[in-house]
């Protein structure tokens, strides 16, 4: 595989930083002279939807491959010849179960994981932790809002997303929890690739 000249990524950076400022001139409206009220609403929204995204992104590619681990394991096939059995009826069934709207939801593959020893308690526990975010971020459009249900009226209200028990809008939080889930992700990659080659 030849790789692209400098030349060709010079012009796919420009490329793609100009349709990033255009997506985010229509979503975002950043007039900065107008309303500044609206702007730092919609600059609140924008944060929020950059956590939103990571943490998404990040759930997303750990189900990938957590998906991948357990088909491997299922099938008794090393990464590599995991797709060529995908088309037997036995991976099709494990494509519905796991990849579906019907399929088992992330917490029931989790435990299957812990089952079939592919991930371990500990492993699992801190995935869980990375789900319970991900439903905030999927079923709440404002995300650095505190909690008030179950709160006495003077009682401290915790915001939202607590990874840890600190506000993921934190930079110095949101710089550790995607530390700890990219290092999480990045095992269960070598670990997916070395099954049976090891």
């Known amino acids: 595989m030849s790789t692209p000249s400098k030349g060709f990524l010079s012009k796919k950076i420009r490329r793609l930083e100009r349709e990033i400022a255009q997506i985010e001139d229509i979503f975002y409206l950043p007039e900065k002279r107008g309303d500044a009220t609206l702007h730092a609403g919609m600059l609140e929204r924008k944060r929020d939807d950059v956590i939103r995204g990571a943490v998404l992104q990040l759930h997303t590619a750990i189900e990938d491959i957590l998906d991948s681990q357990i088909m491997c394991h299922v099938l008794e096939v090393p990464a590599h ?38 991930i371990s308690n500990s492993r699992r526990k801190r995935l869980a932790v990375l789900n319970t975010l991900r439903n905030k971020c999927s079923h709440n459009w404002l995300l650095k809002v505190p909690v008030r249900k179950g709160r ?26 995607i530390g700890e889930y990219g290092a999480i992700y990045a095992r269960m990659f070598v670990e997916y690739l070395d099954y049976r080659d090891s």
């Open 152 to 177: 006495r009226p003077r009682q401290m209200k915790p915001p939202l997303l607590l990874y840890e028990g600190r506000d993921v809008h934190a930079i110095p939080t949101f710089r550790e929890f």
């Open 81 to 118: 010849q995991r797709m060529r059995l995908m088309r037997t009826h036995k991976g099709r069934a494990l494509r519905r179960l796991l990849m579906t709207a019907e399929g088992v939801g992330f917490d029931n593959k989790l435990d299957l994981a812990v089952a079939l020893k592919i």
